[in-house]
């Protein structure tokens, strides 16, 4: 089994180092000085449940020399994904298996926009993590999980493919029964806190015990409920309640990384999150003005960071 990450960030990095420790055949897909690092004294990850250093196959920014992969996680910025998937089709076989891990709601959908959607299961990672420096993946909350399915719900040999991959590289994984549902929770709650999170610069623990700010998160996340149900989406109609007891259990002074992207100036996946919602309640004609308003807010922060 040969598998490619595409994006060594926080999950990518994660993940894809903890396969590659686990003596799997893994090439990372990475750039400039990051996977200079990589390639010069492997990769090291640091961990709440251990620190290691691992030395992939391969290590490249070149697609174009990588062997044919088995199994390709895109872990790249939800903006990054149809270049990603565009950037994969010389190392596709008949029976790869494509799985996108970032946050956002319709990434299977762009990368089965541009490759043959045969390849693609649904997928999504719970995992507090980032690259702390050159070559150094930090992991600081959240115990690793990967959730992933075919996007038809169906039961195929292939998720037992990928779950022994994920089982032998040590992290908790799972087959999902609804990969849809479980794709738009996860994006509820990072939505939610990442909007409300960019715009105060305060954290999710703070934001939380706030009587203003978190009935601002609970409006939120009430909008995505509703729009998610308006596309289709079988969501549990006590999704928003659950989603806002989750936020209540994360640690105080932790923060989502779009608000930590937007407060250094770099681009985030704003569009991606609460934009998206925004637009979709557009032309679903569902009424999204919490979103809306958090939306408009940060969008000449994230226009500056794009223009520099």
Not at 184 to 204: D, E, N, P, Y
């Amino acid at each position: 089994m040969h598998i490619v990450i595409i994006g060594v960030g926080g999950v990518g990095g994660y993940f894809g180092g903890k396969i590659a420790n686990s003596g799997q055949k893994v090439t990372l897909v990475a750039r400039g000085k990051h996977l200079e690092a990589i390639k010069k004294s492997g990769l090291q990850v640091k961990s709440i449940n251990g620190d290691f250093v691992t030395h992939p196959f391969y290590a490249t920014d070149q697609i174009d020399t990588v062997e044919k992969a088995d199994v390709v996680l895109i872990c790249t910025k939800s903006w990054q994904v149809a270049e990603a998937a565009k950037s994969i089709q010389p190392i596709l076989k008949e029976n790869t298996i494509v799985i996108p891990l970032q946050n956002g709601a319709d990434n299977a959908e762009k990368v089965g926009s541009v490759v043959d959607a045969k390849h693609v299961l649904g997928g999504l990672c719970k995992i507090y993590s980032k690259i702390e420096s050159p070559g150094v993946i930090s992991h600081f909350g959240h115990q690793p999980e990967v959730v992933f399915g075919e996007l038809d719900k169906s039961k195929t040999d292939r998720l037992e493919i990928v779950k022994e991959v994920f089982d032998r590289a040590g992290f908790n994984n799972v087959i999902s029964e609804d990969i849809d549902v479980d794709i738009w929770s996860k994006f509820m709650f990072i939505t939610t806190v990442s909007g409300i999170g960019a715009l105060t610069r305060a954290t999710i623990g703070e934001v939380y015990e706030n009587p203003e700010t978190y009935r601002i998160l609970e409006q939120t996340a009430t909008e995505i409920y509703k729009v998610g149900t308006a596309k289709g989406v079988s969501l549990p109609e006590d999704v928003v309640s659950r989603i806002m007891a989750f936020i209540g259990k994360q640690p105080y002074d932790s923060t989502a990384s779009m608000q930590r992207d937007i407060m250094q100036g770099r681009p985030s996946e704003l569009d991606n999150f609460n934009g998206f919602i925004v637009k979709e309640g557009i032309k679903l004609g569902v009424l999204t003005p919490a979103n809306t308003f958090i939306y408009s807010c940060l969008l000449p922060m994230e226009a500056k960071a794009r223009t520099l």
